[in-house]
């Protein structure tokens, strides 16, 4: 081809191009317009913009536009996003409406269609629309009652005792606590959701399973945002062999998973994981919960009226690999978040540091020198701060919906149409000084018995809230809970050279700090572990 038909094609693809934009943009700002709808800019240039030049994340930059609202006032503001029109929602009536009151209009999320050949994620609970997502949510909730929670506490506890090893072993002055987290978190996970040892603690490299474990991850890598972006705008081609993880993490997973359930079935042995509580939900052997157990969170949770989907084959060996994957996925870097923006707050609050650990060393000793569950559930100061550290550091930056019925959004003109996303601004709203005094200061204090009551609970969001809310909250605090008092009563935490003050944060799929999570930790001495 000549170099100047070359370059005419060339050009016209570019006028093309620019052209399509320009259109695009003139749409999205007349259709806000002609609703009087605050716009919030183009997603797509909005984020060139704030991460080109401003190095800004992603989730700063959707604090930017919780800012845009807040001086604006309005109880909605919206932008396209892939073509969709997204209503971003600041206003806690509303979002009371959308998350609990009027759930049936909001019952999926903004998911992509996931290829039915994607072992990993096909039968995945977070993916599940309408009526089969009611029926896994109601086969899966008694999975997670406090009684199942608290099988896992040896769990946990011994998962707790080598990450203090391990943390005193790497104590050179300073910790990266990412790496210490990560194996942590692998090590509960591995055992309380597949009955397998990770060795994670036990091998300098990392091991097979925390290997596979982070190719499980949800990133924005290249890769990943080609595979979401064939999954939503070609399905078609997606359903021909594309998985979300990749073939090597799927025959790891599927295979192992799968020998596991076939070994319980042919021998009758049972294990003390999820995938044993999943065999016996499939079989219908776990209680319902009664309602006078739950707490507040977890009535709003219910879903009202009678659940039609069949639950049969969502729950065959291919819906327990799915399910179990997915509790890894859930439950790894917004775990792993919580523990490292905890250690940071105490580090760089050490008067909080000590309050806690006055508790945390009272309470063991009253238990006889090792934790026990009901000796964590009664530190009413580490609920405090772990609290807190939801408050000001949420994992889940941001959580949306979609709607599947046309919705007059109550006290406003707007009707959100069917197909529409909502984007809820978590991070924002923890941080709104309507809702928080003195928003930007790290205050155990207000999750006080005195003071928690005085919250709006829409304006607490770390877990959700609703029918779809996190199922894995209570696994996800006594986890951390117990992490955490480890930490305190084994070491002195500082900042140090390396520590990220003030904190930024990465594009990652939960709240990050950018360049790991330096801190100096020294091992106290005398203590009981010792
Ligand atoms: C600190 C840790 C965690 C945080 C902050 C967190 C937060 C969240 C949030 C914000 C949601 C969306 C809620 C909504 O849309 O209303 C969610 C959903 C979910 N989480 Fe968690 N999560 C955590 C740990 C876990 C763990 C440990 C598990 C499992 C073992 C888990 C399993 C799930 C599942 C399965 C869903 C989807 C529920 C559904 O679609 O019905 N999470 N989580």
Not at 184 to 193: L, N
Not at 284 to 298: G, P, V
Not at 415 to 430: C, E, F, R, T, Y
Not at 450 to 455: F, L, T, W
Request: with cysteine.
């Amino acid at each position: 081809m000549e170099l100047a038909t070359y370059l005419s094609i060339l050009l016209f693809l570019a006028i093309f191009l620019i052209s399509y934009v320009i259109y695009s943009l003139i749409s999205e700002i007349l259709f806000f317009r002609s609703k009087k709808i605050l716009h919030l800019g183009n997603s797509y240039l909005t984020a060139f913009y704030y991460m080109t030049f401003k190095s800004k994340s992603m989730w700063e930059l959707v604090h930017v536009a919780y800012t845009k609202t807040r001086q604006a006032n309005v109880p909605i503001a919206g932008n396209f996003e892939m073509g969709l029109v997204n209503y971003f929602i600041p206003d806690l009536t509303i979002l009371k409406h959308i998350l609990v009151k009027d759930f049936d209009h909001f019952v999926n999320r903004r998911a992509i269609t996931i290829p039915k050949s994607d072992l990993l994620t096909k039968k995945m609970l977070f993916f599940m629309y309408d009526e089969p997502w009611k029926a896994l949510r109601s086969k899966l909730s008694p999975t997670f009652t406090t009684g199942k929670i608290k099988r896992f506490f040896a769990l946990f506890n011994a998962s707790a005792k080598k990450l203090v090893d391990y943390i005193d072993a790497q104590t050179e002055g300073e910790v990266d606590l990412v790496a210490a987290y990560s194996k942590f978190t692998t090590d509960t996970i591995a055992s309380a959701v597949c009955g397998m040892d990770s060795c994670a603690f036990e091998q300098k490299e990392h091991s097979v399973f925390e290997r596979m474990g982070q190719k499980l991850q949800f990133s924005f890598n290249l890769g990943m945002i080609t595979r979401f972006v064939v999954m939503s705008c070609f399905p078609g081609i997606a359903e021909r062999g594309m998985t979300i993880f990749g073939d090597e993490v799927s025959a790891f997973f599927g295979g192992g998973i799968k020998s596991l359930i076939r070994e319980r079935t042919q021998t009758g042995r049972k294990g003390n994981d999820f995938i044993q509580l999943m065999m016996e939900a499939r079989e219908n052997k776990l209680a319902k919960t009664e309602d006078s157990e739950l707490e507040s969170f977890e009535r709003d949770a219910v879903i009202k009226g009678e659940v039609k989907g069949q639950v049969a084959d969502l729950l065959d060996d291919d819906g327990i690999v799915s399910n179990c994957v997915l509790f890894i996925v859930a439950g790894y870097d917004t775990t792993q978040s919580l523990l490292l923006f905890c250690a940071y707050a105490l580090a760089i609050h050490p008067e909080i540091q000590d309050k806690l650990r006055t508790v945390v060393d009272e309470g063991l000793e009253e238990s006889g020198g090792d934790f026990t569950y009901e000796g964590i559930n009664q530190m009413t100061y580490l609920d405090m701060v772990i609290n807190e550290t939801l408050r000001f550091y949420p994992p889940a930056p941001t959580m949306d919906r979609r709607c599947t019925q046309d919705y007059a959004v109550p006290g406003t003109d707007v009707v959100i149409k069917k197909g529409d996303g909502i984007m809820v601004p978590v991070l924002g709203i923890h941080h709104d000084e309507r809702y928080y005094s003195e928003p930007e200061k790290f205050d155990p204090e207000r999750f006080s018995p005195e003071n928690k009551g005085k919250i709006n609970q829409y304006a607490f969001l770390p877990f959700g809230q609703g029918p779809r809310n996190c199922i894995g909250m209570r696994f996800a605090l006594m986890e951390v809970k117990l992490a955490i008092a480890q930490l305190v009563h084994n070491f002195d935490i500082e900042p140090s050279k390396r520590t990220p003050i003030p904190m930024e944060y990465q594009n990652a799929g939960s709240l990050m700090p950018k360049g790991g999570m330096w801190l100096s930790l020294k091992r106290r001495p005398g203590t009981l572990q010792d």
